[in-house]
């Protein structure tokens, strides 16, 4: 971790830290938002307004993965990195085009 003039937010940006971050998101990926999305199905009988409405979730969640990507490439080192549980953007989008059903 590159060190900047923010001392106290490197205490919040541990690779420690993040890996949970990434592991309590990569849970609520696997297990809370398909439940929400089956809930939001069963009253959207129309799939075209469904996929409509994901659409911007979708879009802002692998943005900020990208992003997320970005952050872990250009301030931690490799092996830091690679500690924290970050899915592959293919995986990602696999398992948001899988909950659209799109």
């Known amino acids: 971790m590159t060190d900047g003039l923010y001392p106290i937010l490197q205490a919040f940006a541990t690779p ?3 890996a949970e971050m990434v592991s309590k998101v990569n849970e609520a990926l696997a297990g809370p938002l398909p439940a929400a999305i089956n809930k939001l199905r069963a009253y959207m009988p129309n799939p075209q307004t469904y996929v409509i409405l994901f659409k911007p979730i979708k879009s802002s969640v692998s943005e900020a993965h990208g992003q997320m990507q970005a952050l872990i490439a250009s301030e931690y080192a490799p092996e830091e990195g690679t500690s924290i549980p970050l899915k592959h953007q293919e995986e990602l989008s696999a398992l948001l085009d ?3 059903g799109s």
Do not use: G, N, P, Q
Request: proline share 0%; charged share 15%.
């Open 98 to 100: 899988s909950l659209c």
């Open 16 to 18: 420690a830290k993040v």
